[in-house]
């Protein structure tokens, strides 16, 4: 029988990626009870603050120096897809937007020609723990959509498609899975065309359960991200153990299975056939188109920071919601 799994690769705070997918965090942290600022009520020690990723007490600030999160911070070129599983988030952009959301809900948002957005995760319990898990994925856009005007869209956990089989649920987050179609991504994405097999797929698989996959084309890049768990994940033959990356063969069928419960993220594409030059917060094709990026963010910071403070939050009983750069709402209980 012809292997699966290609090659694997231990996880750590950034997980190794393949084209189009440049990175992608798994956050989870165990903040303990807020202040009447959202930020951390207990004294803040052995930290660096401003760039705390120690893992301290069993949760780290990032750049948050009391609201723990990613204070305003620009980007250009890529998209970012935050998929929260616990917590709240509030985002605010340099379009306008702003918003909060958490507790399943995705927010898929394309950076486009450049803008600023902040990413805080405000501790709206006072009386009790602040639990947050989300990840953070970047997807790369073509040459073409490279200079797009920045968009993003939110996907609300209740309008998210999940497949719930015999044991095995499946969140469709980009692409399919059985009869089920994920949201439409925004405009210029690389998934808004459905030729380019774009899929994210998050999957809770319990003892007993099956997950299965069809085989694609083979120009498919197919990688499964074993995140959760303590047992073993089998693909019919071979083995996965917890806190793995495998990189598999798209053009096979597959089936797995676990020996106890197990959580995984599927990230799959055809790749973006052009060159591809990162440095920071800046995704291009060439040195000097990332040269000439922080340039224009020099001479204008993308439109400028409209918000009176780096480090936004909303009111502590704002709810999820979101407002749009052209001043649509949307609220959800």
């Known amino acids: 029988m012809k292997k ?18 440049l990175f992608c965090a798994h956050h989870k942290d165990h903040y303990p009870q807020g202040d009447e600022f959202l930020g951390v009520a207990p004294k803040l020690h052995n930290r660096k603050l401003g760039s705390d990723f120690s893992g301290n007490d069993g949760y780290s600030m990032y750049h948050g120096t009391s609201v ?8 250009r070129g890529f998209e970012t897809i935050t998929v929260t599983l616990d917590g709240v988030v509030d985002h605010f952009d340099s379009n306008g937007a702003y918003g909060r959301y958490g507790d399943g809900d995705v927010q898929w948002m394309t950076t486009g ?17 602040n639990p947050l898990e989300l ?14 005007e920045p968009d993003y869209k939110m996907f609300w956990k209740e309008d998210i498609p999940v ?59 197919r990688n499964l991200y074993y995140y959760q768990g303590n047992g073993t994940l089998q ?4 083995v996965l153990q917890p806190k793995y990356r495998a990189k598999l063969d798209s053009t096979q069928s597959l089936s797995m299975n676990a020996t106890e419960e197990a959580w995984f993220l599927l990230l799959e594409a055809k790749p ?10 800046f995704v291009m094709n060439t040195r000097e188109e990332v040269i000439q990026a922080y340039r224009d963010y020099e001479e204008n910071e993308f439109g400028g920071w409209p ?14 919601f979101a407002r749009y750069p052209d001043g649509t709402l949307e609220t959800k209980s």
């Open 235 to 238: 693909l019919e033959d071979e």
């Open 163 to 221: 497949f719930r089989g015999n044991l095995v649920d499946v969140k469709v987050i980009a692409g399919n899975y059985e009869d089920l179609s994920a949201i439409a991504s925004t405009p210029v994405s690389w998934a808004s065309n459905r030729e380019n097999g774009v899929r994210i797929l998050l999957v809770h698989l319990q003892p007993g359960g099956v997950f299965t996959l069809e085989g694609v084309d083979a120009e498919v890049n």
């Open 68 to 75: 723990p999160g990613f204070p305003f911070h620009p980007h």
């Open 272 to 281: 973006i056939h052009e060159p591809v030059y990162s440095y920071g917060p």
């Open 113 to 129: 020609k450049g803008c600023l957005h902040a990413e805080m995760f405000p501790l709206v319990h006072s009386d009790k723990d």
């Open 4 to 21: 699966q799994i290609l090659e694997t690769a231990k996880l750590g705070f950034q997980w190794p990626m393949e084209n189009p997918f």
């Open 135 to 148: 990840f953070q994925i970047w997807l790369n856009l073509p040459a073409a959509s490279k200079k797009a």
């Open 307 to 320: 918000y009176p403070k780096s480090d936004p939050v909303h009111e502590k009983d704002a709810g999820r």
